[in-house]
């Protein structure tokens, strides 16, 4: 008998008729003999209701209130999955964040996870009951409810996987797994039957919004295999585990990821003292501008051109800061672009494979797509291109390294 | 400084501007410098939104999930209320049934309070916090969540109130006081300053639904003094206490409260021997079906006529009951009448004065109406008339006893 957690978001559970589905899902899968624990987000919409009224009340709603206005979003689906269950004659039982103990910090709206209580969960599932357990939210030692940000179901999820010693953590959404780059880009988009946690990462963080990073960064520490899978039809989804075996034949690349939202800024001709990459990159910082890739060339005239890329909505604010820091810099020029986008190449095959990097700047070369910017790390390329190239590059890229075949 | 709790009901925070108007009053009631502990019901049309998705779900909602789905609407309304009152520089801290443990049994939907740790309440509101908490519901010794039923946010106020030794607590709803009755039926009716526990019982049970019985019960056990008043106009409503020292004068009569809802069922001729009331009234009561009054005449030929009072939703379930048993009882026939009322005269001074019987029979008789039942306790008077009476007796008996002045 094995144990495992599904999680289903908000479009899976958007009304009625879809929860319905959702408990149809669970007794098929609950045939086999295997106990479940399942996690429920709030119905889609429900969320965005509750945050208008919270802003029509108050100009920067209260932390600690907002999560006891949003927490309700999840309690609601608990309780009506577990109705529908039970219509099914399947015995249920639902669990807010707060009475499976679900214990976190007490940083409001993004709280993190500490520790949880498995004892009773335990219990109904010895008695044959699936659990439901409300995403996204959690209990201070104090009792305060408190939420877990962005993507917080699929967190919880894994946090109660890894908790329970669960054999996997089905996470149930609207697409059906992890593609080799995004298929409206690029029709010939296969979908991977397995992937690092890794690759997920990377892939994560470069754009690909099928999971939130900490969800995969929890499930990687804890090593609780993955399974993205779409709650509207059938099929296996996209497994995310550790490497397998060192015998099986690893894919060189597992996917093209891109994101279209950056702006690159670089500041030329700074001397070349030591210090100078953190009076540059300081007060970005204490702006809270998120700076994705850095480059640093030294030149031969003993300065140095310092190259960031930066959230496109946040381009202003950053080109600002650095036109103020040149004269102190005694730098040279600030020059800046926000037409472009950011393509990288994911495998952990390109550990062990020399001449990936190469390979991919041939066939953009092919394609006379000029590189502004290149960055790479153990088991990633990523490449700066203008935005108007970015459709060509990942197509070019996806014929080139054959993803197209399994 | 005082300490008051007040209550605000469903319509009073139906929506985004009405809990700003709340805010705006309980900023006015704390510029005395008094401590408040503010009680809220579910946005108005929250609970039946609710409540119509379960019915979509499952026959029979079960009813540790339904007290899971409902206790959400009220948790909405605490955590919007403290946002507009944070935002008007009053702090405020929430807290669900569960998080003030209000401790209850575990009789789901219409569970009854054992307990109230008031010990975080104490301290919010000696930092000067005004306390939101949410009505209807609280939680059981195993950490489960339960609702009170019906009214169930006046029991909470009251227990509240009683549990911290609050001065008054203060329902606010949609109605500006406790009236002598209905305005609807009498336009003369006058709004009550004060009036006892108990007549507010005897009124409540006898169709005046401003409160809860409960909640009633509660306040006069605990000595809560209780005040009706309108979140909507000004004034200072109705106080329910007990009865003010000897030496004032008490009215005769405080109200007349009348129910449209009746059906009366008759058993003739049963023969007189022990035990025959339990053998008609122990089905009845097995069936579920509530009775109201109940009057047994004995008859010349040493038989008895056995009549009882039920809602008239009940009354062909009671009539089919009456039906099966009348051979077993040897009784010989049975006979109903749908189309009654019941209209009560309620007043504590009522006890230390005879004749207020004749006096009401009277006035009825004045104007021929016929009355078909009696039942008397200490305070009360009730008489069953047919429907059509109904207005006629109201006014006529409002008129006889002067309730139109003060």
Same mark, same amino acid.
Request: glycine share 8%; proline share 2%.
């Given at each position: 008998?094995?144990?495992?957690?599904?999680?289903?978001?908000?479009?899976?559970?958007?009304?009625?008729?879809?929860?319905?589905?959702?408990?149809?899902?669970?007794?098929?899968?609950?045939?086999?003999?295997?106990?479940?624990?399942?996690?429920?987000?709030?119905?889609?919409?429900? @969320?965005?209701?509750?945050?208008?009224?919270?802003?029509?009340?108050?100009?920067?709603?209260?932390?600690?209130?907002?999560?006891?206005?949003?927490?309700?979003?999840?309690?609601?689906?608990? *309780?009506?999955?577990?109705?529908?269950?039970?219509?099914?004659?399947?015995?249920?039982?639902?669990?807010?964040?707060?009475?499976?103990?679900?214990?976190?910090?007490?940083?409001?709206?993004?709280?993190?996870?500490?520790?949880?209580?498995?004892?009773?969960?335990?219990?109904?599932?010895?008695?044959?009951?699936?659990?439901?357990?409300?995403?996204?939210?959690?209990?201070?030692?104090?009792?305060?409810?408190? @939420?877990?940000?962005?993507?917080?179901?699929?967190? @919880?999820?894994?946090?109660?996987?890894?908790?329970?010693?669960?054999?996997?953590?089905?996470?149930?959404?609207?697409?059906?797994?992890?593609?080799?780059?995004?298929?409206?880009?690029?029709?010939?988009?296969?979908?991977?039957?397995?992937?690092?946690?890794?690759?997920?990462?990377?892939?994560?963080?470069?754009?690909?919004?099928?999971?939130?990073?900490?969800?995969?960064?929890?499930?990687?520490?804890?090593?609780?295999?993955?399974?993205?899978?779409?709650?509207?039809?059938?099929?296996?989804?996209?497994?995310?585990?550790?490497?397998?075996?060192?015998?099986?034949?690893?894919?060189?690349?597992?996917?093209?990821?891109?994101?279209?939202?950056?702006?690159?800024?670089?500041?030329?001709?700074?001397?070349?003292?030591?210090?100078?990459?953190?009076?540059?990159?300081?007060?970005?910082?204490?702006?809270?501008?998120?700076?994705?890739?850095?480059?640093?060339?030294? *030149?031969?005239?003993? @300065?140095?051109?310092?190259?960031?890329?930066?959230?496109?909505?946040?381009?202003?604010?950053?080109?600002?800061?650095?036109?103020?820091?040149?004269?102190?810099?005694?730098?040279?020029?600030?020059?800046?672009?926000?037409?472009?986008?950011?393509?990288?190449?994911?495998?952990?095959?390109?550990?062990?494979?020399?001449?990936?990097?190469?390979?991919?700047?041939?066939?953009?070369?092919?394609?006379?797509?000029?590189?502004?910017?290149?960055?790479?790390?153990?088991?990633?390329?990523?490449?700066?291109?203008?935005?108007?190239?970015?459709?060509?590059?990942?197509?070019?890229?996806?014929?080139?390294?054959?993803?197209?075949?399994?």
């Amino acid at each position: 008998m094995a144990l495992y957690v599904h999680k289903y978001g908000g479009t899976s559970v958007g009304n009625v008729e879809r929860i319905r589905h959702v408990a149809d899902r669970i007794l098929h899968a609950r045939d086999g003999g295997d106990q479940l624990v399942v996690v429920v987000s709030a119905m889609s919409g429900e @969320t965005n209701r509750l945050v208008s009224m919270a802003n029509e009340l108050q100009d920067r709603p209260d932390p600690r209130e907002m999560d006891v206005l949003l927490s309700t979003g999840e309690q609601v689906t608990i *309780a009506l999955l577990c109705m529908a269950l039970q219509q099914r004659g399947c015995p249920a039982c639902s669990y807010t964040g707060g009475q499976v103990r679900i214990l976190t910090d007490a940083a409001h709206t993004k709280a993190r996870i500490l520790d949880i209580d498995t004892e009773r969960m335990q219990a109904d599932l010895a008695q044959g009951r699936v659990v439901v357990v409300a995403g996204f939210q959690g209990v201070t030692g104090e009792g305060d409810i408190t @939420t877990l940000g962005r993507g917080g179901s699929d967190t @919880t999820a894994v946090a109660l996987a890894a908790a329970l010693k669960a054999d996997e953590c089905l996470i149930y959404t609207d697409v059906d797994g992890v593609y080799t780059t995004d298929p409206r880009v690029e029709p010939r988009a296969r979908r991977l039957d397995r992937i690092t946690f890794e690759e997920m990462l990377e892939l994560a963080s470069q754009g690909s919004r099928v999971l939130q990073i900490r969800s995969v960064e929890f499930a990687g520490k804890y090593n609780v295999p993955l399974r993205v899978l779409s709650s509207f039809t059938e099929g296996h989804g996209t497994l995310i585990s550790y490497e397998e075996e060192e015998n099986v034949e690893k894919p060189l690349i597992s996917g093209i990821a891109f994101n279209r939202d950056e702006a690159k800024l670089t500041i030329l001709g700074v001397p070349d003292r030591p210090g100078n990459a953190y009076k540059i990159l300081g007060p970005i910082a204490e702006a809270n501008i998120e700076v994705d890739m850095i480059v640093q060339n030294v *030149a031969a005239d003993a @300065t140095t051109d310092f190259t960031f890329t930066v959230h496109r909505a946040e381009y202003k604010k950053a080109l600002d800061i650095l036109s103020r820091l040149r004269d102190d810099l005694g730098a040279r020029e600030v020059t800046s672009d926000d037409t472009i986008v950011k393509v990288s190449l994911v495998g952990v095959g390109m550990r062990s494979h020399a001449g990936v990097a190469s390979q991919m700047f041939a066939a953009l070369a092919r394609e006379s797509i000029n590189i502004q910017m290149i960055s790479t790390s153990e088991i990633k390329i990523s490449v700066v291109v203008n935005e108007k190239y970015l459709e060509l590059a990942v197509r070019t890229l996806h014929d080139a390294f054959k993803l197209d075949q399994a």
